[in-house]
């Protein structure tokens, strides 16, 4: 389960910037995660926790962004969100490979 360590690395960031900013605790961590990205948001959410025993993130919450990829057909010009690497356009049936989506990344630290 490669979401433990993304978890760690999520509050390891967020500890290092808050520690910098002088933070006593960590309430929230906001996360940005794209659909082709390769990350489970519940079995991320499911780590979070217990990534964050004994730091100063103890008890905050995470907040998972959840951001579509776009996939643009070369045919017929349509756009449009998805989840999938490979898609069927839904105007003209051409076979369509989604662009982004791979993002994962802390976008916000709440702290006190």
């Known amino acids: 389960m490669h979401e433990m360590s993304i978890a760690m690395n999520i509050v390891d960031i967020a500890v290092q910037t808050a520690k910098a900013n002088k933070a006593k605790k960590i309430n929230s961590i906001s996360v940005e995660i794209g659909a082709l990205s ?32 776009e996939a643009h057909c070369q045919k017929c010009g349509t756009k449009f969100e998805t989840d999938q690497f490979l898609n069927i356009c839904p105007s003209c049936g051409e076979q369509v490979f989604a662009s982004g989506g791979r993002k994962l990344q802390v976008k916000a630290i709440n702290v006190d």
């Open 38 to 69: 390769g990350v489970v948001p519940e079995a991320l959410e499911f780590c979070f926790e217990a990534a964050t025993q004994n730091t100063m993130a103890q008890g905050s919450q995470l907040e998972i962004i959840f951001l579509k990829a």
